[in-house]
């Protein structure tokens, strides 16, 4: 049976400022309020883990590589401040996209849930102690999906919708 709690955070837009095809460090702006969620996620002790689509690298805009760049000078950002991001799920899929290797119709595009099956599995997610945090409503959809509690962030701060969902689950 599945002991761990999560939550699961969308990364562009939920997390950070939503910049088109953001890859660059440079660009990167967090949410108000998002490391203090991701702080509090870890202080609760639940797993923090990110379930983002990035298509742009199918598009050709960005290498996977540039990517596990930004994602790994996140969480040097955030131990900073006492925070980790537990693991990071990504699909670089799209069907009609520009670079052949990530062109297919694969299950982890969110709505689709195959990121979030996949993190709960490996991570061994109680899916009654979890929940997906998103800025659209394919990712509450996504986490519905998935058989876990979906939450809508719809702008401010990103803390009292993550402590929210920590309360809604029992964590």
Not at 8 to 35: C, P, Q, S
Not at 50 to 65: D, F, L, P
Not at 133 to 150: K, L, N, P, Q, T
């Amino acid at each position: 049976m599945a002991s761990k709690s999560a939550v699961f955070f969308d990364r562009d837009g939920t997390l950070n400022v939503d910049v088109h095809f953001l890859h660059e460090i440079e660009k990167f702006r967090w949410v108000e309020g998002a490391v203090d969620a991701v702080r509090a996620v870890n202080a609760r002790g639940a797993l923090a883990i990110v379930i983002t689509n990035q298509s742009g690298i199918a598009r050709g805009y960005y290498t996977e590589e540039e990517m596990y760049r930004l994602h790994e000078w996140m969480n040097e950002e955030l131990q900073k401040h006492g925070a980790h991001i537990d693991a990071f799920y990504y699909c670089p899929h799209l069907t009609d996209g520009a670079v052949e290797a990530y062109r297919e119709d694969c299950d982890c595009r969110k709505p689709k849930p195959g990121m979030l099956l996949r993190a709960m599995k490996e991570h061994d997610i109680d899916p009654a102690r979890a929940v997906m945090i998103g800025d659209a409503a394919r990712d509450v959809e996504c986490a519905e999906r998935a058989g876990i509690r979906g939450t809508l962030y719809a702008g401010g701060s990103l803390l009292p919708v993550t402590l929210e969902a920590l309360d809604s689950c029992g964590i």
